[in-house]
């Protein structure tokens, strides 16, 4: 059978499309590091957050090796805790890991201009781990829609020079606690772009 040469190059043109078109989606789903929340980052009873041992006061703690933080977020309607009223204060050169629940619905935790973004789902602790090298600022939004205020649900991000950290972002850190980091995971990068280097969990 004769197929005429444009016709041919139509066809494979259309044919190629198909094959991109499946390949960004499947990148997109799992080649990009994307993960659904689950119970790996531990589970929280939602009406009472701060009970579980998995969930300790909203904060900033020192973790268990030199320059690792956790921070542990609590969003609800219609803020972050910390990072709505006080911003979230964590020193330059460090490795922090957010642990994000909720105690009502689900909210979105995104640090704005960085891959760190994580939904809070009740119940669930989501965990991501960043780098921090640069004293900086970012806002942080919620991208999941919780009620009537969710537009303004946003708060702060501060990555200040290591001799300006008081150690007290937050307004419950304790210097010193031994916070165990759970899920943390190793490997990073060295770019001034904060960049998450676990997927969410
Ligand atoms: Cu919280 Cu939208």
Do not use: K
Not at 97 to 109: A, E, L, M, R, Y
Not at 159 to 170: L, Q, S
């Amino acid at each position: 059978m004769h197929v005429h040469r444009f016709e041919r190059l139509w066809l494979v043109g259309a044919l190629s499309l198909i094959v991109l078109f499946i390949g960004t989606v499947t990148y997109g789903a799992v080649g990009a590091g994307y993960g659904m929340v689950d119970a790996t980052g531990g589970e929280v009873d939602p009406a009472n957050t701060t009970a579980s041992e998995n969930f300790r006061e909203p904060g900033v703690y020192e973790g268990s090796d030199p320059n690792h933080y956790d921070v542990y977020v609590e969003a609800q309607q219609f803020l972050f805790v910390p990072g709505t009223n006080e911003p979230i204060r964590i020193p330059a050169n460090s490795t922090v890991t957010f642990h994000v629940t909720s105690p009502d619905v689900i909210h979105g935790f995104e640090v704005v201009g960085t891959n760190i973004n994580t939904m809070a789902v009740p119940g669930q602790v989501a965990t991501v781990t960043a780098e921090f090298d640069e004293p900086d600022e970012y806002g942080l939004v919620c991208n999941e829609y919780c009620g009537s205020a969710h537009h303004s649900m946003e708060g702060q991000l501060q990555v200040v020079p290591p001799a300006e950290f008081d150690g007290t972002g937050g307004g419950n850190a304790t210097s010193g606690a031994n916070a165990t980091s759970d899920n943390m995971t190793g490997g990073g990068n060295t770019t001034s772009t904060p960049t998450a280097t676990s997927e969410v969990n």
